[in-house]
């Protein structure tokens, strides 16, 4: 999206503020490029001070989440692989998947987090939570970027409900506004649609509790689906890159299916690393066990079926997709958004 003369200007006096006044500096891992001043910059309709404040929120959050910040959150806790993954997959499945915008597809029929507790504490899944939306902006989308040779800044989340019931509901009601929370506070304007598919009839009333927690500006951004969701999803994600399971020909066959495989360039990207660094090991003869115990549980030649064989865990996927679309509902409070396929 290009800028106006005056949105110009406003980034570059935002940009020396917030460099001047320490809120950001060289290396943070929020970001320092334009693209991420940007997502700050819409959020608060290009108003200085609202968007400085909004910044420095974010770098406190940062700074203490977890209780030693997120980057040391995120060492801890590798997004792609840590040992609880397997049962918080059960409960709550989140991937991505391959194409040239990133799609958060998110499945709530099977939530029973009471079961989930059983083998997961309520805070290593919340902290699960917080490293997967980190993952978006630190690897994601500027993965995503580099492969399509253009800036990719927002994904577009796919909500399935199919299953999911008012029981289920309350059970994760605190979770999901805590959720939404971060997600618009923290990693402002990077969703780009928000479909909800298999909307059951008790949405409405479930809708009229979440609306409240959202900005306007995000609630504009969704589109509430009955079971009639396969050509909304088409028009938004080629048939290839869709999962098969929401309608598309995609399988990731040979590569764990599409809720293992980890496919997208961020995992290309991570691939490369390990090969990079496997080579150097191998030139230098250093290889200790310990290195070979982390290239065993991210090799760049073993799908993550190999990869359950050592580690008691999933690889979460990431999914991608094309552009957007143009909703359709089954008596369903909805917002219609006319949505175009990006050019590849």
Known sequence: MSLTPEEKETLEVFRKQVFDEEIIRDGDSVGTDDATLLRFLRARKFSLNESKKMLQNCQQWRKTVGGDGIDALYDKLDPYDYPEREEIFKSWSMYFHKASRPVNIQFF?????????????????????????????REVLPAASRAAGKRIHQSIVIVDLKGFGLSQFWQVK???????QISQ???????GQLLIINAPSSF?????????????????????LGSNYREVLLDVVDAENLP???GGTCTCEGEGGCDLSGAGPWMDERKERNRNR???DSVSGGKTEEAATVTQHNSPVTHPI?????????????????ANGSPIGDKMPRKRIRLRKQPS
Request: aromatic content about 10%; some cysteine; overall charge negative.
């Open 204 to 224: 409405t009333f479930i809708w009229g509790i979440i609306k409240p927690w959202l900005a306007k500006e995000t609630v504009e951004k969704v589109d509430i």
């Open 306 to 322: 190999d990869a359950d064989r050592h580690a008691p865990n999933k690889m979460k996927i990431l999914c991608l997709d094309r």
């Open 244 to 246: 098969e399971i929401l």
């Open 174 to 180: 605190s979770l999901a506004q805590a959720s939404f």
């Open 109 to 137: 029929g099977g939530l029973n987090l009471p079961e989930l507790y059983k083998h997961v504490t309520p805070e290593k899944h919340w902290e699960a939570i917080v490293v997967n939306a980190d993952s978006l902006t």
């Open 185 to 191: 506070d923290y990693f402002p304007d990077t969703m």
């Open 278 to 280: 496997n080579t150097e």
